[in-house]
């Protein structure tokens, strides 16, 4: 199945806003084609990008002995 930016935000249960985040500056999203000004993705794509996803806020720091 293809997606376009809007359509790939609804299934990533993101705004097209963030969709654009991820493609501009994290760019840790790209697109499987460009089809003039349009950008779709792949269904593949998205699921590997969800994998690679991780949740919002910085990860908790380790003290020294594994501590937290």
Same mark, same amino acid.
């Given at each position: 199945? =293809?997606?376009?930016? @809007?359509?790939?935000?609804?299934? &990533?249960?993101?705004?097209? @806003?963030?969709?654009?985040?991820? =493609?501009?500056?994290?760019?840790? &999203?790209?697109?499987?084609?460009?089809? *003039?000004?349009?950008?779709? +993705?792949?269904?593949?794509? =998205?699921v590997? +990008? =969800?994998?690679?996803?991780? *949740?919002? *806020?910085?990860?908790?720091?380790?003290?020294?002995? *594994?501590?937290?």
């Amino acid at each position: 199945m =293809l997606y376009s930016t @809007a359509t790939a935000a609804e299934r &990533l249960s993101l705004s097209v @806003a963030t969709i654009k985040y991820h =493609l501009y500056v994290a760019k840790d &999203l790209k697109p499987d084609y460009v089809l *003039g000004a349009r950008l779709i +993705f792949t269904e593949e794509t =998205l699921v590997a +990008f =969800l994998a690679r996803k991780r *949740g919002p *806020g910085r990860p908790k720091s380790v003290k020294k002995g *594994g501590e937290k």
